[in-house]
C-alpha cells in the first residue's frame, strides 16, 4: 500500500518561508505526477503545484506563481513545495497526492478527484 507523508506545515508572519516535504514509500515518484494541493477552511481544495519528474513537467497556480517551486530528490523519492514570501491568504492545509499519469495544466486550481494517494495534510498558518 503506497503511502505519503508530509512534514514541514508550521506558523509563520507573512513574508517568511516554509518548505513542505512528502516522503513516499511503496511508489516511485518518477512515474507519477505529483501534486500539492491546499484546502482553507470553507474553500475547495485546489492544486497549487504538480510535477512530472519524469519530464521535469512542471505547473504552478497563478496565486503561488514566483513565490512557490516544487522539487524532488529521487534518491529520498520524496518531493518538496518551497514557499516564499507567504501571505495570509496561503493560509491552508496542505496535502501532496500522487497520481500514475502525466502532470495537466488542468491539475492546478482543480480539487485533484483522480488523484490516488494522498498524504495526510499539514497545516500552514501565516500571519498578517
Known amino acids: 500500500q503506497a503511502q505519503l507523508v508530509e512534514s514541514g506545515g508550521g506558523s509563520v508572519q507573512a513574508g517568511g518561508s516554509l518548505r513542505l516535504s512528502c516522503a513516499a514509500s511503496s511508489i516511485t515518484y518518477s512515474t507519477y505526477c505529483i501534486a500539492w494541493f491546499r484546502q482553507a477552511p470553507g474553500k475547495e481544495r485546489e492544486g497549487v503545484a504538480v510535477r512530472y519528474p519524469r519530464t521535469f513537467t512542471t505547473y504552478y497556480a497563478d496565486s503561488v506563481k514566483g513565490r512557490f517551486t516544487i522539487s524532488q530528490d529521487n534518491a529520498k523519492n520524496t518531493v518538496y513545495l518551497q514557499m516564499n514570501s507567504l501571505k495570509p491568504e496561503d493560509t491552508a492545509m496542505y496535502y501532496c497526492?500522487?497520481?500514475?499519469?502525466?502532470?495537466?495544466?488542468?491539475?492546478?486550481?482543480?480539487?485533484?478527484?483522480?488523484?490516488?494517494?494522498w498524504g495526510q495534510g499539514t497545516q500552514v498558518t501565516v500571519s498578517s
Open positions: 497526492a500522487a497520481s500514475r499519469r502525466a502532470c495537466y495544466a488542468r491539475d492546478v486550481g482543480g480539487s485533484g478527484r483522480d488523484f490516488g494517494y
